[in-house]
T-cell receptor, first 114, second 113 residues
């Protein structure tokens, strides 16, 4: 069974640009969440999608958005990039009915804003 | 989600048993306790989960006392490859979408040869 796939693995962008990251969950998983990891703030929850609807949202500005498609694949978008957006962005998928809080993470996308 | 407190770092040697304790004084009745492991530049990996007493799998054991206000992750006979950050989380199922995880600072375990 394939794991969670995130693309691209690495990305370099310039301040002011926008970026789109992609996440393909494990087959059959309908919940996809996104996290930002930085040395200063640690692992922080961005948002969660379930059956194409955003169910939960973390405390991030509106520049961070996401969506989920009918096949459960998800994308997150960051507009007007700032230097502080440099981070490892992680996606996790889970299946309803599995044990609580068991999520499967991808390898992440390392975003560098210059 | 209940706030968790765990040591920032721990040191050990290969072959030793390592116990990492996590405090979660405000755990709710329907909260489970879950531990994740993370290597640098990789996503966290689920290790073990429990509700009460003791849970064991091929990787670790999880000890939860009766009051559930703390839990201990036990790693038997660690090796250098167990050097990682270990996160303790508590939370419940949000109506089937169990995917909002609130991570604390984690414990950096450094295993020496």
């Amino acid at each position: 069974k394939a794991g969670v796939t995130q693309t691209p693995r690495y990305l370099i962008k310039t301040r002011g640009q926008q970026v789109t990251l992609s996440c393909s969950p494990i087959s059959g998983h309908r919940s996809v969440s996104w996290y930002q990891q930085t040395p200063g703030q640690g692992l922080q929850f961005l948002f969660e999608y379930f059956s194409e609807t955003q169910r939960n949202k973390g405390n991030f500005p509106g520049r961070f958005s996401g969506r989920q498609f009918s096949n459960s694949r998800s994308e997150m978008n960051v507009s007007t990039l700032e230097l502080g957006d440099s981070a490892l962005y992680l996606c996790a998928s889970s299946s309803p009915g599995t044990a609580n809080t068991e999520a499967f993470f991808g390898q992440g996308t390392r975003l560098t804003v210059v | 989600l209940a706030k968790t407190t765990q040591p920032i770092s721990m040191d050990s040697y290969e072959g030793q048993e390592v116990n990492i304790t996590c405090s979660h004084n405000n755990i709710a009745t329907n909260d489970y306790i879950t531990w994740y492991q993370q290597f640098p530049s990789q996503g966290p990996r689920f290790i073990i989960q429990g509700y009460k007493t003791k849970v064991t799998n091929e990787v670790a054991s999880l000890f939860i006392p009766a009051d559930r206000k703390s839990s201990t992750l036990s790693l038997p006979r660690v090796s250098l490859s167990d050097t990682a950050v270990y996160y303790c989380l508590v939370g419940a199922d949000y109506g089937g979408a169990t995917n909002k995880l609130i991570f604390g600072t984690g414990t950096l375990l450094a295993v020496q040869p």
